[in-house]
């Protein structure tokens, strides 16, 4: 049990798109097989575990404040604003409790300011960066954000 946090990246495939044509071939050979149309692609862009201050990030700047292990869409501009308040942080320690705050809940893991949690944020920072600079992903796919505990 604990605080299981996920960002997927989501992408529609169409069947009336020049551009998703060859992808289409490919998941026609998987719909075979499961005997089902398949409409989306879903791949687990990040995956972070009881990094409670960037979970309490996410609901306070992505879903209004509600904690409610639900699924909300985030736009890129707003991963680009953790990738931001992340760096900050990084560069000075002291700005931590002020820009990212550690939050507690039901197994939600450790609140200091330790090791482990400046470990995530340079995860964070790379992930994010990775995704977000990436072409590809930026034109066809959409993020999704998902906790649970």
Same mark, same amino acid.
């Given at each position: 049990?604990?605080? =299981?946090?996920?960002?997927?990246?989501?992408?529609?495939?169409? &069947?009336?798109?020049?551009?998703? %044509?060859?992808?289409?071939?490919?998941? /026609?050979? $998987?719909?075979?097989?499961?005997?089902?149309?398949?409409?989306?692609?879903?791949?687990? !862009?990040?995956?972070?575990?009881?990094? &409670?201050?960037?979970? =309490?990030?996410?609901?306070?700047?992505?879903?209004?404040?509600? =904690?409610?292990?639900?699924?909300?869409?985030?736009?890129?501009?707003?991963?680009?604003? @953790?990738?931001?308040?992340?760096? %900050?942080? $990084? %560069?000075?320690?002291? @700005?931590? !409790?002020? $820009?990212?705050?550690?939050?507690?809940?039901?197994?939600?893991?450790?609140?200091?300011?330790? /090791?482990?949690?400046?470990?995530?944020?340079? %995860?964070?920072? /790379?992930? $994010?960066?990775? @995704?977000?600079? =990436?072409? &590809?992903?930026?034109?066809?796919?959409?993020?999704?954000?998902? !906790?649970?505990?």
């Amino acid at each position: 049990m604990g605080l =299981d946090m996920y960002l997927n990246a989501k992408r529609y495939v169409s &069947n009336y798109s020049e551009a998703d %044509a060859e992808l289409r071939g490919e998941l /026609d050979k $998987l719909e075979s097989l499961a005997g089902m149309p398949i409409k989306e692609i879903v791949c687990e !862009a990040m995956y972070w575990r009881k990094a &409670n201050a960037i979970h =309490d990030w996410f609901v306070k700047n992505v879903q209004n404040g509600e =904690d409610d292990c639900g699924t909300y869409y985030v736009e890129n501009k707003q991963l680009q604003a @953790l990738v931001d308040t992340c760096k %900050a942080i $990084l %560069a000075d320690h002291t @700005l931590a !409790a002020e $820009l990212l705050p550690t939050a507690s809940g039901f197994f939600f893991g450790s609140t200091d300011y330790d /090791d482990y949690y400046y470990e995530e944020l340079e %995860a964070t920072v /790379d992930g $994010l960066e990775k @995704l977000l600079s =990436d072409e &590809n992903i930026a034109k066809n796919f959409y993020f999704e954000y998902h !906790a649970s505990w």
